[in-house]
């Protein structure tokens, strides 16, 4: 299928006509901002940062023994 000069100018002239043109300079601004904000986090990705330790746990706190019934041995 063959895209034409004059099929890219009649959908330009539609999508120029629904978003206006404020609407669609508003957009490119704004992909253009998305595409540098990618870029600096690729290029932030790619330096080494320092190594991240993770922190250190307590020991668990051991419960204290519950305390028994101590039963009467006598038996009364």
Avoid at 29 to 53: L, V
Avoid at 61 to 74: C, F, G, I, L, R
């Amino acid at each position: 299928m063959n895209v034409g000069i004059w099929q890219i100018l009649i959908v330009a002239l539609v999508v120029l006509v629904l978003f206006g043109r404020g609407r669609i300079s508003e957009m490119m601004g704004d992909f253009g901002k998305g595409i540098s904000s990618f870029k600096k986090g690729m290029s932030e990705a790619e330096e080494p940062k320092a190594r991240i330790e993770p922190p250190a746990t307590a020991p668990a706190p051991t419960a204290a023994p519950a305390p028994s019934e101590k039963s009467d041995s006598t038996g009364a």
